[in-house]
């Protein structure tokens, strides 16, 4: 039998602990503001306590750099619960809605109820913050939750447990720990919403059995975000900025740069400024990046050998090596590595890279470019680097990704206005801040009407002459 061990109570049955906090969920369906913001405050509390354990759990897992760690895990998560505090009592207002003139002498309101209990199902690369930034969302909307972090990153996933357990009852909020399995029986059980982040081949798993429950889900997948770089774009701030994009946390990232298209004329000028930043940022003293400390290392042998395999594959088929390629299985760092002269043909241009591998393509007209882009399945993101505001107009119109962002890239997952996620391939459903709260939360909407005023009763059986001449107005004039 499965079970969720915690440090107070060794052993629970996974089936029990659902129907715990369903038996919970109803009573937090009546939430006030105050008490779901009390529980975000408990999260930063303990963030703030144990701030220096979640460096080293992440050091652990995969050698993450500390100042990385807390960019890109401690942030993301204490901001996200910030603009859910500030924001949260009028996320939970009812929204008044116009009326229509057939419904004249009716109100109708938009109330946002909890969905329920929810299953988090978090990846590997950003063990913390993908795990509790959706955990935000679901206690936002007043959702119960059980999580389902990686077992690829045992030292994080640990922490984490260790976190919910001095912070939760179980029935409120648990973790789960283990292997395929594990989240094989869990999606077995009927939840209201389950959120996923990890890959689209895993992601169809979720939603089909999902789909078994009418469980409603977010999807956040990936894909391979192109970079599209115009004729006239500041190649030394585009390189730069791509550089940092691609390799923190050593390239394993869901909305990296996962290839680049450069126009012809300016590919030589992309490589050499390319090359300058990866010098600057991870090599300052000529001494390798190899002992940089902050680059990152790959999650583990599996991935490493994957992308190993990949530079072998694209080399072997013509690929060039314009920069990087070093590598040591021992301590599984892979160096930064530009490639030009790719083809389609190769591994590298088939699949999400989630590594630090960077394919270089040109193009000769950006009409070519962006045909490129949506002759693959819609990304995560897409990336334009340029000045021109028709041709950027155009990039935005004529091709399709879950997010897009001009003259940066990565930087919108920051950006808790903006909703974040896929398209189609790339995910269903958006997260972060107002956008997150909705995906835990049903949109109900109600319609009041006033005792003694019936706006239909000219339109019931028998429908006589006058309320066919009605139906014919309404369908001619609204």
């Known amino acids: 039998m499965l079970s969720h061990q915690t440090k107070e109570n060794p052993v629970f049955n996974i089936e029990q602990l659902f129907n715990n906090q369903k038996l919970t969920s109803l009573v937090w369906r009546d939430s006030s503001a105050s008490e779901r913001i009390d529980r975000l405050k408990k999260i930063t509390a303990w963030i703030k306590e144990h701030q220096q354990e979640i460096r080293d759990a992440l050091m652990s897992d995969f050698g993450k750099p500390e100042a990385e760690t807390d960019l890109s895990e401690i942030f993301p998560v204490t901001a996200e619960i910030n603009h859910s505090i500030k924001n949260l009592k009028k996320w939970m207002k009812p929204k008044s809605v116009s009326t229509p003139l057939p419904m004249l002498g009716t109100s109708g309101k938009i109330y946002f109820e909890p969905k329920g209990t929810s299953l988090i199902i978090s990846p590997w690369n950003y063990p913390f913050n993908l795990t509790i930034g959706p955990l935000i969302s679901a206690l936002s909307a007043g959702c119960t939750a059980i999580i389902k972090p990686s077992e690829l990153t045992p030292h994080t996933s640990k922490l984490v447990s260790n976190m919910i357990t001095d912070l939760f009852e179980p029935n409120e909020v648990a973790v789960v720990l283990g292997e395929v399995e594990v989240s094989t029986e869990l999606l077995k059980l009927p939840f209201d919403h389950i959120f996923f982040t990890g890959s689209p081949a895993v992601g169809k798993i979720v939603m089909k059995a999902a789909s078994e429950n009418l469980s409603s889900v977010t999807l956040e997948l990936g894909g391979k975000s192109p970079v599209i770089l115009d004729e006239d774009a500041d190649f030394k701030d585009a390189a730069e900025k791509i550089v940092w994009g691609k390799f923190v946390n050593c390239g394993q990232t869901c909305i990296a740069p996962d290839y680049i298209l450069v126009h012809e004329s300016q590919r030589e000028t992309l490589l050499s400024e390319m090359k300058v930043a990866l010098q600057k940022m991870y090599d300052p003293d000529y001494k390798g990046i190899e002992k940089s400390p902050d680059m990152a290392r790959i999650v583990n042998d599996k991935h490493f050998k994957r992308l190993t395999g990949i530079i072998e594959d694209a080399l072997s088929k013509g690929a060039a090596l314009a920069f990087g390629g070093k590598h040591s299985p021992h301590t599984r760092y892979i160096e930064p590595t530009l490639l030009t002269e790719v083809t389609d043909e190769m591994q590298v241009m088939q699949e999400e890279i989630f590594g ?74 958006k997260s972060h801040g107002y956008h997150g709260f909705l995906a835990f939360s049903n949109e109900k909407g109600v319609l009041k009407q006033r005792v003694g005023l019936n706006n239909v009763t000219l339109l019931r059986p028998p429908y006589g002459i006058k309320a066919k001449q009605i139906i014919s107005s309404l369908i001619k004039w609204f």
Do not use: M, W
């Not at 950006?366 to 041709?391: D, H, M, R, T, W």
């Not at 950027?392 to 903006?418: M, P, Q, W, Y």
């Open 356 to 429: 630090p591998i960077l394919p270089i393509q040109t193009y000769s007209t950006l009409e070519k470019a962006i045909a490129y882009v949506n002759s693959k399945p819609k990304p995560l993101a897409l990336y334009y680097f340029g000045q021109n505001s028709e041709n950027t107009s155009k990039t935005l119109r004529e091709t399709s990704s879950g997010n897009a962002v001009i003259n940066d890239c990565v930087l919108h997952f920051l950006h808790l206005g903006l909703p974040f996620g896929g398209v189609n391939t790339s995910g269903i459903g």
